[in-house]
């Protein structure tokens, strides 16, 4: 029997589905009792670190001393709290030392803005700064801080700083850093000269036994400037001060 001439039936569509009822939707998805994680997930958690960046023993041929800096933060994505300091001990006294309490603002994916006070301790006279600059992630991944201070009775000053991390394995870094302070006048009590007071370059070996911790060892040398120099010199000190350094970089 000849089909060709027969045109093929079309097949019946089908009936469309109707919409689930309030009660299929209460059976599908029932009511946890405050058991859905979506009432407790939170897109920009409190969090916080602190980092010993360096905690060190330090020698410059006549003297041993110890050296500490850090950083801690607390807070959201945009907006955190930051804690900052720095400085040495000698003979179980401080030489100089400073703490900044700041509040940090993202301006972008990289760089923070920043505002805040600082206070200076140590041998010198203690110091109150007003404290504001910026700090973040610069190209090839420097990491940059400038912050500009303003001080009792017209005292200003500036400080800026860069670090660089060269991965030569994973768990081995090598870090340089330059730091670099500024004073608008002399101030003998601290032994600060007006103008570019202080360098300090230090480069740094550090091998990651775990990401949260890594022993260090390093070479340190700081320059004085100007008038500090001259203060420096006159107090029978140098110019300039160059030291080994072992340590530990630690956080949690």
Do not use: C
Request: no cysteine; net charge negative; hydrophobic share 40%.
């Amino acid at each position: 029997m000849d089909h060709s001439s027969h045109e093929p039936q079309a097949a019946p569509s089908p009936a469309p589905l109707p919409p689930p009822t309030a009660e299929e939707l209460a059976a599908a998805f029932p009511d946890l009792h405050g058991m859905d994680m979506r009432d407790h997930m939170d897109d920009d958690p409190l969090v916080g670190m602190l980092l010993f960046e360096q905690l060190e023993w330090q020698d410059d041929g006549d003297d041993t001393g110890l050296g500490w800096n850090l950083v801690g933060w607390l807070g959201h994505v945009d907006n955190r709290l930051w804690l900052r300091s720095e400085g040495e001990r000698r003979d179980g006294r401080t030489e100089h030392g400073d703490v900044e309490l700041l509040w940090g603002h993202a301006t972008g994916p990289w760089w923070d803005a920043m505002i805040g006070v600082r206070h200076d301790f140590g041998e010198g006279k203690p110091r109150d700064w007003l404290a504001f600059g910026v700090q973040g992630l610069a190209p090839y991944k420097f990491e940059v801080a400038a912050t500009a201070y303003v001080g009792e009775s017209g005292h200003m000053a500036a400080r800026a700083e860069a670090e660089y991390e060269l991965l030569l394995t994973n768990r081995l870094i090598l870090q340089p850093k330059l730091e670099v302070n500024l004073y608008s006048r002399d101030d003998p009590a601290n032994g600060r000269g007006k103008g570019l007071s202080d360098a300090e370059f230090g480069l740094r070996l550090r091998y990651e036994i775990r990401r949260e911790f890594a022993p260090y060892v390093g070479y340190a040398w700081s320059r004085q400037f100007g008038a500090t120099a001259d203060m420096a010199e006159a107090s029978g000190g140098g110019r300039s001060e160059s030291q080994w350094v072992a340590g530990f970089q630690f956080w949690f």
